[in-house]
């Protein structure tokens, strides 16, 4: 999925520019689909990729592992949680966290925890969902979560795949219309940010995957840019950019990052504000 470097911002090529022997490490918060930059890379970089999903536990099933297993144990899969990554302070080149932040209880935490894990000089690229304004919470998801986040999640899926023919064509009728400001009052996902060459029964699959991923989360803490960027900054981070990326599946808000100093340093320059 070459969209994938527009959000990264092109892995592997700044790998390249590491200095020679320092195999750079990567870490990854939930394991996605960043094996292509892995792939393609001469510079032989670590990922380490961590989520907090029980899938990781089935070791031999976890679909992750059976498709990577060409980089050995350059590929390490871990189950934890952003919030006690299993790694030294300042020990990553780059950290990307894609898909995940919005699910976490507290965004600015798990922020800190990433940037705590970067080297000085290293990058943090996340996305996330956003804020766009008061009406950003009037959608069926937000009004339907409440119900389905406590569902068991069999039982949503079941729920999901018995209504989604219906709920298609509805949202269809809706876009042809030009009425598709309706289609946030009914509980399926947005469908036109979805890839344009999409058979109807992927489309359907990917209906279902992600209506299922947006009602089955415990947590779904949309943030504003702003907001973001100003957490980064606290962190002793360059923001390098903030905003809207294009990729070949859509688009994604995006964040990246540069840590300039560390926790320390920040402690420092706190303490001697105060003393001024
Ligand atoms: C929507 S999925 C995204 C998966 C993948 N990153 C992708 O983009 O396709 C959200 C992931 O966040 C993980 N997650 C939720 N809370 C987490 C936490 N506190 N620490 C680490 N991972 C977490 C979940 O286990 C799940 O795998």
Known sequence: MNGCHNITGRVCKRFKRLPPGGCGRITMTAPTWL???????????WLHSVSTSDSLAKREDYPNRKN????????QLAQAS?????????????IFCLGVLQHTPSFEDAIRSLVKHAKIGGEIVVDFYTINGWYTKIHSKYLLRPLTK????????????????????????FCALRLGVLTRFIPITDLRGFPTGLSARQRKEWAIM????????????PQRVSDVVK???????????????????GSSTV????KRCSSFDLGSIASSQQRG
């Open 35 to 45: 094996w292509v930059d892995l792939h393609q890379s001469r510079s032989w970089p």
């Open 82 to 94: 952003i919030y006690e990554l299993p790694f030294a302070e300042s020990s990553f080149d780059k």
């Open 150 to 173: 406590r569902l068991g999640k069999a039982t949503l899926l079941r729920l999901i795949r018995a209504n989604i023919n219906w709920l298609i064509v509805l949202f269809d009728i």
């Open 231 to 249: 957490m980064f900054v606290e962190e002793g981070c360059d923001v390098t950019h903030a905003g809207l990326v294009d990729w070949s599946g």
């Open 210 to 221: 992600d209506t299922f991923d947006g009602l089955s989360p415990a947590f779904d803490n």
């Open 68 to 75: 990577n297993l060409s980089y050995g144990n350059r590929l």
């Open 255 to 258: 964040v990246r990052a540069v």
